[in-house]
């Protein structure tokens, strides 16, 4: 080959190579192309594991012209990324479904204390508020809700202890605590309601024994359900709400009692104050009605599925009336330290 | 560009054993090679040993971290003795052993089919393996369990089979799964091999009477680097496989160490402690077939690609043979691709959680809606094509330097590779925080964190590793001649590098460069917990479909994706072959014999 035509090579093979540092400026362009900050504004990191999160931090940015920058992930990956990164946090708020991680935050002083938003609470609001107001609920789900086909099942159980009955057996399946946020909730309510940590191992370890199956998160267990490997499936109520507007024969019912999960904001307390005062914008915004709409517009057959913890503002058509329902809270800052030792019991003893 | 040293006279591989240590690494090298050599020495320590260091040392001094109260303990090193712990660790290292060596076994007579006979159809043989590359490991597992599990796929067609049932949801099934994945790996580094092992061995060997047999026990020792590389891959890749260990193993209550380290940070609070003495173990482990491969390939040279490596002449199969492999190789893809395409696609096309057997489109119907769908595609493209090209550069310097003279430097390097693949990404992922987001760093005003940046850095040096141990089996075959010969008539070190080394390594490269990209464009534990706020790569995008109770979107969004990242593959493979010259190409081709 002459000289030329190696030459002619080489270059294409550089402009080969040149294509990817080309695709990265490309995409680096795109991350900082979020909207400037005007003066006086700083950027707001809003960590989130909310499927309408997209949707209000750019109603959010339209009504205040804050810039927000949305880190969007599952619970876990925040909770670690705020784990690991706590001498030197950098984001501004936390949104996630759960009390018991909110105060488990708190009480190693990562969350800012004191801040009640201008709003009216409704009684799922207030049972939802913290004493010290480290952190703001902006809605609730309720866990379990028992998911079943109504065509299959005819008489769903009534009550928690008649999962226990034979006619269940190999029937029931629900989520592992330690890869599913919501169930630990669950499982903290369940103790909770049955008079403490040794009382709700021996309900579980019955449940085992009458053939409880484990998925890992709601979907899975959804599948199961749908599949027709399980008859029962208890899952958060917004995941069984949603597979229930996809597939009529499904229904959802809730056992008394049933363990509220209010999903809350809680603010970085090492953030700048800029970021702080931003941040509490952001909670008045999501808790006003033009975000409370974004909030049951944003994922309508996920997350949005949620009854309001603010007076005047109806949950969707889709949610069952809570009326007649009996509902509990845990209290976080008992049930959040005993968290990682039942989730290991319940994954040495009931999962494996 | 610059390399590290070679000789002016070929390297005797026996001269440097037991000469040690960094000093002798870089000895009597001008000053530009050692300045080199010791800027990725720098790199290599700031990028994978600090990162991974700094995670590691949480095990026995969690205050350094503010992770626990105490400056120096063994309480969470002891506890990866006991209980379920210690069973999961055992398991992981039997399962992923067992794994590597099934990969060999399959991925070695499917490589010398298609690089050395006339198996109809060997072109696609390559593609497929790419296929089966880019599938993230837990799509395959989640395929073959919707087939068997209770009231899947195989008990409505009538199939009532609980004894297949009972051996895909076991350890039978996950080591078959491993296996799988690391025939692709195996397959790579043996046609790598191959192609630079010229006719001339089997030549020789038959004319002096040698059955086939007989030559194939001349080859097997020429290519013991890359069946070294091969195995030691699996092993590492295997053990610290994560999509398998939290689908398939997980719910066949067949615990993994990936999985429990999982466990460990997924909890609230996270045992970063806990996690990190797991970690240690799994550092370990990899021990083991590094220490099997030093004693076996030690002394020895396998330098035997040079400018005049003959072509191959491809072995005609007879018919019954041509049958036979056809069928065995379509077997493998049947069960690698077949099954998990099922699973996928099968996902992607009902809208009711897959319940029933209607299909429909309205999945990609939402994806193809979204206002979000085509941004992380870019990313993740973007991201992929330039983690890949520093990284094929980086794995080249890397095995360069892992076949050159036997040193403590090159023995610490090759410890530090392979230890790296095998800690899970998540572990990689934390210590990039731990060692990046450090208050000091703010201090001085370097904020990594979060950055895409850092996360295109921890790709990079996550994929060194495994990207080094593609490469180290051609770069070993690399005759020192070959450069020299271009220095003689005059060449710079640079042009000698390109005109003389180049075309001979340029598959290799361009393959490594794959494997890479495609490694990239669909990682989710880095992506996860290092990527730039409000940039979403598509990993990212994925999982929060499938976590956000949208699993039919998320699939469909997975399909996609491997369709796209299949068409940048062919691109890539299209471009060299329009573009690399003929003699390039011809570098381990074959003729039809």
Redesign the interface.
């Known amino acids: 080959?002459n000289r030329t035509?190696?030459h002619r090579?080489?270059l294409?093979?550089t402009a080969?190579?040149g294509?990817?540092?080309l695709?990265?400026?490309?995409?680096?362009s795109?991350?900082t192309s979020?909207s400037p900050a005007k003066p006086g504004k700083v950027p707001l990191?809003?960590y989130s594991?909310q499927?309408y999160d997209?949707a209000m931090t750019q109603a959010f940015q339209k009504a205040t012209g804050i810039p927000?920058?949305?880190?969007?992930?599952?619970t876990?990956?925040l909770?670690?990324?705020i784990?690991?990164?706590?001498?030197?946090p950098?984001w501004g708020l936390l949104w996630v479904d759960g009390a018991?991680?909110f105060a488990?935050l708190d009480q190693?002083g990562l969350l800012l204390k004191g801040f009640t938003p201008t709003v009216t609470w409704d009684s799922l609001g207030t049972a939802s508020v913290p004493a010290d107001h480290s952190y703001v609920p902006t809605g609730v789900t309720l866990m379990a809700a028992l998911v079943y086909n109504k065509t299959k099942v005819a008489a769903p159980p009534a009550t928690w202890q008649q999962l226990l009955q034979p006619q269940w057996k190999g029937a029931i399946g629900m989520n592992d605590p330690?890869?599913s946020g919501p169930t630990?909730p669950f499982i903290a309510g369940m103790m909770s309601y049955l008079g403490g940590v040794p009382a709700g191992e021996q309900y579980f370890t019955k449940l085992k024994g009458n053939g409880l199956i484990i998925?890992?998160?709601?979907?899975p267990t959804?599948?199961a359900?749908?599949?027709?490997?399980i008859k029962l499936a208890l899952v958060q109520s917004?995941?069984g709400i949603?597979?229930v507007l996809?597939?009529s024969k499904l229904t959802v019912k809730y056992l008394d009692p049933v363990t509220l999960l209010p999903s809350a904001i809680g603010i970085d307390a090492k953030a700048p104050a800029a970021e702080q005062a931003e941040a509490k914008k952001f909670i008045d915004f999501v808790l006003s009605p033009a975000g409370q709409k974004v909030m049951q517009s944003g994922?309508p057959?996920?997350?949005s599925l949620y009854y309001p913890v603010v007076q005047d503002v109806a949950p969707l058509a889709a949610l069952p009336p809570l009326t007649g329902v009996k509902t509990q809270s845990i209290d976080p800052y008992t049930w959040?330290t005993k968290?990682?030792s039942i989730?290991?019991w319940f994954?040495?003893s009931i999962?494996? | 560009m610059t390399f590290p040293a070679t000789a002016p006279a070929p390297v005797n591989p026996r001269a440097g054993r037991g000469a040690g240590g960094w000093q002798a690494a870089t000895r009597g090298l001008p000053a530009p090679r050692h300045l080199a050599r010791t800027l990725f020495w720098l790199l290599l320590v700031l990028f994978i040993l600090a990162p991974s260091a700094c995670f590691l040392l949480l095990a026995v001094s969690p205050r350094l971290?503010?992770e626990g109260p105490q400056w120096f303990t063994l309480t969470y090193l002891r506890q990866t003795f006991t209980?379920?712990t210690a069973v999961a660790v055992v398991n992981s290292l039997w399962v992923s052993t067992a794994a590597a060596a099934l990969g060999l076994v399959i991925g070695f007579p499917i490589a010398w089919l298609a690089a050395r006979t006339t198996l109809p159809g060997r072109r696609l043989v390559a593609g497929g393996m790419w296929l089966v590359l880019l599938l993230p490991s837990w799509l395959p597992a989640l395929g073959w369990q919707r087939l068997v599990?209770?009231?899947?796929v195989m008990y409505r067609v009538g199939l009532d089979l609980p004894w297949v049932t009972h051996a895909i949801m076991g350890p039978f099934g996950v080591v078959l799964l491993l296996g799988l994945r690391c025939v692709p790996f195996t397959f790579l580094a043996i046609t790598a091999a191959l192609s630079g092992l010229g006719q001339e061995f089997e030549d020789a060997a038959r004319v002096h009477g040698a059955s086939r047999t007989a030559a194939l026990r001349l080859i097997l020792p020429i290519i013991a680097p890359a069946i070294w590389s091969a195995l030691a891959i699996g092993f590492a890749e295997s053990v610290s496989d994560f999509g398998v260990a939290?689908t398939l193993a997980?719910?066949s209550?067949f615990?993994l160490a990936t999985y429990q380290l999982y466990?460990d940070?997924?909890?609230?609070?996270?045992?970063?402690p806990g996690a990190a003495a797991m970690g240690w173990l799994l550092v370990g482990a990899v021990a083991i077939p590094l220490a099997l491969q030093a004693r076996t390939l030690r002394g020895r040279s396998y330098a035997v690609l040079s400018g005049r490596s003959r072509q191959i002449a491809r072995r005609r199969l007879t018919p019954g043979g041509a049958v036979a492999a056809v069928a065995g190789v379509w077997l493998f893809y049947l069960v690698a691709l077949g099954v998990p395409g099922f699973g996928a696609v099968s996902g992607s096309l009902l809208?009711?959680?897959?319940?029933?057997f209607s299909l429909t489109l309205v999945n990609y119907h939402a994806l193809l809606r979204s206002s979000?769908l085509l941004?992380p595609i870019?990313?993740s493209?973007?991201?992929?094509?330039?983690t890949?090209?520093v990284t094929v550069i980086g794995g080249f310097i890397a095995a360069r330097l892992l076949t050159q003279r036997a040193s403590r430097a090159t023995r610490a390097l090759d410890f530090m590779l392979l230890a790296a693949v095998a800690l899970p990404s998540?572990v990689f992922g934390?210590g990039y925080?731990?060692a990046y987001?450090?208050?000091i760093?703010?201090t001085l005003g370097i904020?990594l964190?979060?950055t895409?940046m850092l996360l295109?850095i921890a790709y990079t040096a996550s994929s060194l590793p495994t990207n080094a141990r593609v490469l180290v089996g051609v770069v070993s075959q690399l005759q020192p001649s070959l450069k020299d010969a271009a220095r003689t008539h005059g060449a710079g070190e640079l042009t000698a590098w390109?005109?003389a080394v180049l075309p001979v390594v340029s598959r290799p490269i361009v393959m490594a460069y794959l494997l890479t990209f495609c490694g990239v464009f669909l990682e989710l534990p880095l992506s996860?917990?290092l990527?730039?706020?409000?940039?979403?790569p598509l990993s990212?995008a994925i999982?929060?479909n499938?976590?956000?109770?949208?699993?039919g979107v998320g699939m469909a969004q997975s399909v996609l994706a491997v369709a796209i990242a299949l068409a940048a593959v062919a691109l890539?493979l299209g471009?060299y072959r329009?573009?690399?010259?003929a003699?390039w190409r011809r570098i381990g081709e074959t003729t039809r014999g």
């Not at chain 1, 695709?23 to 680096?28: F, Q």
């Not at chain 1, 359900?225 to 490997?229: V, Y």
């Open positions: 080959m035509a190696w090579r080489m294409g093979i080969l190579m294509v990817g540092a695709a990265v400026a490309g995409c680096s795109s991350s979020a990191v809003v594991a499927g997209k927000v920058k949305l880190d969007d992930n599952s876990g990956p909770l670690t990324q784990e690991a990164s706590k001498n030197n950098n018991t991680a488990g190693q330690s890869q630990y998925h890992p998160t709601n979907g959804l599948q359900l749908t599949s027709g490997q917004s995941a949603g597979a996809g597939d994922d057959t996920g997350d959040g968290e990682a989730n290991t994954d040495s999962v494996r | 971290f503010a209980g379920t599990q209770a009231d899947g939290a997980y719910n209550n615990s466990a940070i997924g909890n609230f609070p996270p045992s970063f809208g009711d959680y897959g319940g029933s979000d941004g870019e990313r493209l973007g991201y992929g094509a330039v890949a090209t998540v934390a925080i731990f987001n450090l208050p760093m703010s904020d964190y979060q895409v295109v390109v005109r996860q917990l990527y730039a706020p409000n940039s979403p990212v999982e929060d499938l976590s956000n109770y949208h699993f890539v471009g329009l573009v690399a010259p003699g």
